[in-house]
């Protein structure tokens, strides 16, 4: 399994751009990079995927760096309802997948 | 809507008792997986299955079971032999292809008495 790196937490103001970091660096040439999130007490909800090029969405972008060791997910105006845990997961056909603890996101209003 | 259900939202048990975790998909994905989330931290790994009648061990598979015996069901019984069974369950499911993301339940509350 591809191992990442995220920030344990990170704050944002309403209505205000968040850049969500990445670093994985052991992801393998067919892994797509696909993001989560998981609100309290639910189960993880997808937000975005990608393989090689930036992608975006209603939801939000992904940006990929050229050598594919990290990336970043974008939410171009923040919301009280984008405070969640956003997870972000190399993977790729039926391999397991491991989640790490991922990045709190808290939204200031 | 196709979707996947997890049920019941709690459950109780008493310590010695096994107990079983429901997972009904609708989406006609062939893999099926069951992680384990304890407060503040990730989804470990359980057990998942590629396949009906075929399953593998994840992470932390000791003092759990699971069964594949319909394509929409993938059940998971908690045993007494799980020490620390309190955690909240979530079950996924996926299509085939490297591009296809994990679609999850609303999760299984289980705590012991």
């Known amino acids: 399994d591809a191992k990442t790196t995220q920030p344990n937490s990170m704050e944002s103001n309403e209505e205000e751009p968040v850049h969500l970091p990445c670093n994985h660096s052991t992801i393998s040439g067919t892994d797509y990079i696909h993001w989560y999130r998981q609100l309290p007490s639910q189960g993880p909800e997808y937000v975005i995927h990608?393989?090689?090029s930036n992608v975006n969405n209603r939801m939000a972008s992904l940006a990929i760096a050229e050598d594919r060791k990290s990336s970043t997910l974008i939410l171009h105006r923040a919301t009280l309802r984008d405070a969640a845990v956003y997870y972000c997961?190399?993977?790729?056909?039926?391999?397991?997948?491991?989640f790490g603890t991922g990045t709190k996101l808290q939204v200031i209003p | 809507d196709g979707g996947i259900t997890q049920s019941p939202k709690y459950l109780f048990r008493k310590e010695g008792q096994n107990v079983t975790l429901s997972c009904e998909q609708n989406l006609n994905h062939d893999a099926m997986y069951w992680y384990r989330q304890d407060p503040g931290q990730g989804l470990r790994l359980i057990y998942y299955s590629q396949i009906v009648n075929d399953f593998q061990k994840g992470d932390i598979a000791e003092g759990y079971s699971v069964s594949r015996e319909k394509k929409e069901s993938f059940p998971l019984t908690v045993t007494s032999a799980q020490k620390n069974p309190t955690a909240f369950y979530l079950c996924?499911?996926?299509?085939?292809?490297?591009?296809?993301?994990?679609?999850f339940g609303d999760g299984t509350r289980l705590s012991i008495l």
């Open positions: 996924a499911s996926r299509q085939p292809g490297y591009n296809q993301p994990q679609h």
């Open positions: 990608g393989l090689t």
């Open positions: 997961i190399p993977e790729g056909g039926y391999q397991k997948v491991t």
